[in-house]
């Protein structure tokens, strides 16, 4: 019974947003994303003219069939080592550690300045965004999203929520920034809203750790109920020796 008693979790340590008001007030402010080498960028370029035939015989890829995620990286624009993309018919373009709002509008300049349309409307989408999510999780593993403003609730959502015995106040993030990676620390338990880690970007890794009644359960005996296995079969057998 005591050990089981330590074992257990308390409710303090599962409740999610213990300080959280219904007053409080929500930003819908985030960052955007800066893109580095190897993200893929689906490009489409439209038009309000009717007759687009000389975009569409430039640029093939754009108009390619593509149905399925496998396809979209396979005609996408992968950034190279030098931060370029080859965006046909414009040629080689810088886009490494700008926005996909800027990119826009330099590709769209540029359409405008080489005379091949005259008001284009340019839209990009980073089609390789996943965060991988590991530990505590029902689901771990690797996940797509295409969201701008993607948030640590729903990576943990996409991972099939928490399990009862991640530590909720203890989460872990790894994210690259400026070619180094960085750790971030995150409470569930408590408000992070307007946390300024409770936006996850493009390649983060979270780890949802262990709470401290899963590491003891752990250990060289097993878990609660082999423990009590071999609690029980020890005290049969010295019943047994003493009555005999």
């Not at 996909?100 to 008001?119: H, M, Q, R, T, V």
């Not at 790894?174 to 809203?193: A, C, G, P, Q, S």
Request: charged content about 20%; aromatic content about 8%.
């Amino acid at each position: 019974m005591l050990f089981l008693s330590f074992s257990c979790s308390t409710k303090k340590d599962i409740i999610l947003f213990q300080d959280f008001n219904s007053n409080d007030s929500i930003s819908n402010i985030y960052d955007q994303y800066k893109l580095k080498v190897d993200d893929i960028l689906k490009i489409e370029i439209k038009t309000e003219m009717p007759d687009d035939e000389i975009l569409k015989s430039t640029t093939p890829n754009i108009y390619a069939n593509q149905s399925s995620d496998i396809s979209f990286q396979y005609y996408g624009y992968q950034i190279d080592a030098n931060g370029f993309i080859n965006f046909v018919p414009l040629g080689k373009i810088y886009v490494k550690g700008y926005t996909i709002s800027e990119i826009s509008d330099i590709i769209s300049n540029k359409i405008i300045d080489s005379g091949i349309l005259i008001k284009p409307v340019v839209d990009i989408k980073l089609i390789n965004s996943n965060v991988t999510v590991l530990g505590e999780v029902n689901n771990p593993g690797s996940h797509k999203f295409i969201q701008s403003n993607f948030n640590i609730l729903e990576a943990i959502g996409l991972s099939g929520g928490l399990t009862i015995n991640a530590k909720r106040d203890d989460v872990r993030i790894i994210r690259e920034i400026n070619n180094e990676r960085i750790v971030l620390k995150i409470d569930l338990t408590n408000n992070i809203i307007n946390d300024p880690h409770y936006q996850i970007l493009p390649g983060d890794i979270i780890i949802v750790n262990p709470n401290s009644a899963r590491v003891k359960n752990a250990g060289i005996i097993g878990n609660s109920g082999t423990l009590l296995s071999l609690l029980s079969f020890i005290l049969s057998s010295i019943i047994v020796i003493s009555n005999s």
